[in-house]
């Protein structure tokens, strides 16, 4: 149980195009998801936390009209990165948690992104 | 301030055993967690640990010292797929994870 599925797996887009990522909770209700970013050998770094039916919360730093996150429903969060550039070029991964507040994180396979 | 120390690489044979070592500092506790990650694929959940003690899974033991503020991740029989990065990360008083950068296991033949 407990699986979180991530598309697409690999995106090129060229610079200035925006790209939507999905996660998906398949099997639980996620009110909770998070989107990280994890540069090459680098570790895991928090971009936001969605919450569903609400707006997400950004971490410092983190432009939130550059990444723009939807969480319509308990199963599903979006992340767009709007206007993309070289620079946003890394691995995004999103996870949830069944909701116990010490219940382990499950992660989606990730998203690398590659902007040209 | 809250920080999570972990070796940065550490190399081990075929069929051994090795301990990652984890030490965390956070404002209030509430369990630590072990995450492998395969290069180029998100982590996978290890394990959970939030009272004193041993719990073992396996091949895999995760051990847990509170009042040390510590923690280690110990793997026999080691296997060539168990080269990867393996991540320590602590629930903070707010149930945020801090992450730890993470050590890299190389499993040497």
């Known amino acids: 149980g407990a699986v979180v599925s991530q598309h697409p797996s690999r995106v090129i887009c060229k610079s200035g195009t925006s790209v939507k990522i999905e996660c998906r909770s398949l099997?639980?209700?996620?009110?909770?998801m998070f989107w990280y970013r994890q540069f090459p050998k680098q570790s895991l770094m928090l971009m936001a936390t969605?919450?569903?039916?609400?707006?997400?919360?950004?971490e410092q730093g983190v432009e939130k009209d550059k990444f723009l996150i939807n969480h319509a429903s308990l199963t599903l969060s979006t992340l767009t990165v709007t206007s993309a550039h070289p620079e946003d070029s890394s691995f995004y991964i999103c996870?949830?948690?069944?909701?116990?507040?010490?219940?382990?994180?499950?992660f989606g396979n990730g998203t690398r992104l590659t902007v040209t | 301030g809250q920080n999570i120390d972990q070796p940065t690489e550490m190399t081990a044979t075929e069929g051994a055993i090795v301990q990652i070592n984890c030490t965390y500092q956070t404002s209030g506790f509430n369990g630590l967690f072990w995450y492998q990650q395969h290069a180029g694929e998100a982590p996978t959940f290890l394990s959970y640990n939030v009272l004193d003690g041993l719990e073992e899974k396996g091949r895999f033991s995760s051990f847990l010292s509170r009042s040390k503020g510590y923690s280690y991740l110990l793997l026999k029989e080691l296997q060539m797929k168990d080269s990867a990065s393996y991540l320590c990360?602590?629930?903070?008083?707010?149930?945020?994870?801090?992450w730890g950068a993470g050590t890299k296991l190389i499993i040497k033949p």
């Open positions: 099997d639980f209700q996620a009110t909770t």
């Open positions: 969605s919450n569903e039916g609400s707006k997400a919360t950004y």
């Open positions: 990360a602590a629930l903070d008083s707010n149930y945020q994870l801090i």
């Open positions: 996870s949830a948690s069944l909701g116990f507040e010490n219940s382990p994180l499950h």
